[in-house]
């Protein structure tokens, strides 16, 4: 089974082509980084423009790379949400066109979805279901994972998600775009008992997250502290809050293993403590190498061929959708704004 994989929900643009037997034939990725770093912050319409660019030729690419072309692809799956829809529609209707041209199936994948089967890519032996930390840009949920398509929320955010506690840090500290990487490297030279930080929901009974007010509290104190200082006791307290939330989320469910993923499973700091926990629980703990935990293709791909093994496929007038929660289900949670 091969299949093409599409990303465009943020600022990323990629291709890639991946096996059924979990072989990556062909990766290709553009970043944006340098078109929006001097508004510090992802702006959705020079990032549609640059996916409309990019798409094309990093399909190109990723073909040549893999030397198979279109006719040799089984499906195409192309994410349509959530995430910036003017992207999520570039992917989406490049993936429509590519499926039609070629008589292959569309998958439409939720990009959560692509983040919460990722660890699944690169190890084999990772069963369900797992308790899945998903921490990104957008989103900081703790899922159950049972199988693609099935999915149990246990906890989400109230109001920021981890990776925007990041870039929110990054630019008070003046570290820059993108956020998380500068504060972790930062963080290396600081010392984490420097500056006192809440932390936000430590200790609640229900497993969920909030870290508006660790992110006012570092605006306060900014200045009277070494950026250094700042970054690590931030970082510390980031680290503190996902290990006390998943440490209640473990209790309420039985799971084969700890996983994280989504961008900020790239911090050092996060994946060390989190394997601590697994460990004190003696579970298996499992995250995705660094080049997977942020967004790409691969994940995208195998999203796709998980789908596709289990017989789901999608009409080629699926729309592209700014918000998709994965667990349709869960409930609302006081305070919680926007975030699926
Ligand atoms: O999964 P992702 O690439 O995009 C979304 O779907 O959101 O995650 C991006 C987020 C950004 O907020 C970024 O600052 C954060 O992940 N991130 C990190 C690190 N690398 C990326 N946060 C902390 N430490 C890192 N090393
Ligand atoms: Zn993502």
Redesign the pocket.
């Known amino acids: 089974m091969l299949i093409l994989g599409l990303e465009s929900?943020?600022d990323?643009t990629a291709a890639a082509l991946v096996t059924g037997d979990r072989r990556i034939l062909a990766h290709k990725l553009a970043r944006q980084e340098e078109a929006h770093r001097p508004y510090g912050g992802v702006v959705p319409e020079i990032a549609a423009r640059a996916h409309v660019e990019m798409i094309g030729p990093l399909v190109e690419q990723a073909l040549a790379e893999a030397d198979v072309t279109l006719s040799e692809v089984d499906a195409v799956a192309a994410t349509a949400g959530p995430?910036l829809i003017g992207g999520v529609m570039v992917g989406l209707v490049t993936g429509k066109a590519l499926a039609l041209a070629a008589n292959k199936p569309l998958i439409a994948v939720n990009?959560l979805e692509g983040?919460a089967l990722s660890p699944r890519l690169t190890d084999p032996d990772l069963q369900f279901p797992y308790l899945l930390l998903l921490?990104?840009?957008?989103?900081c949920q703790l899922l159950l994972v049972e199988g693609p398509g099935a999915y149990r929320r246990l906890a989400t955010t109230i109001d920021d998600?981890?990776?925007?506690a990041?870039?929110k840090t990054?630019k008070l500290l003046g570290l820059g775009f993108?956020?998380?990487?500068a504060?972790?490297e930062a963080a290396r030279r600081g010392d984490p008992r420097a500056v006192p930080l809440p932390r936000p929901l430590v200790g609640s009974a229900e497993p969920h997250f909030s870290f508006a007010g660790l992110k006012s509290d570092v605006a306060r104190k900014a200045g009277q502290y070494a950026v250094e200082d700042m970054a690590a006791s931030f970082?510390q307290a980031v680290v503190d809050c996902l290990v006390d939330r998943t440490r209640i989320a473990l209790d309420k469910v039985t799971a084969s293993a700890l996983v994280v993923a989504?961008?900020?499973a790239?911090?050092?700091a996060?994946r060390g403590a989190l394997e601590a926990l697994a460990a004190e629980h003696g579970l298996r703990f499992v995250a995705p190498p660094l080049w997977l935990?942020?967004?790409n293709a691969a994940m995208i791909a195998w999203a796709g061929a998980e789908r596709f093994a289990a017989g789901f496929t999608d009409p080629l007038d699926f729309p592209a959708r700014p918000r998709w929660p994965l667990d349709p289900e869960a409930e609302k949670v006081r305070g919680a704004g926007v975030k699926a």
């Open positions: 929900s943020c990323e995430g990009h983040h921490v990104s840009g957008g989103h998600a981890a990776g925007e990041f870039d990054a993108p956020g998380g990487p504060v972790e970082q989504g961008g900020v790239a911090n050092k996060v935990c942020t967004d």
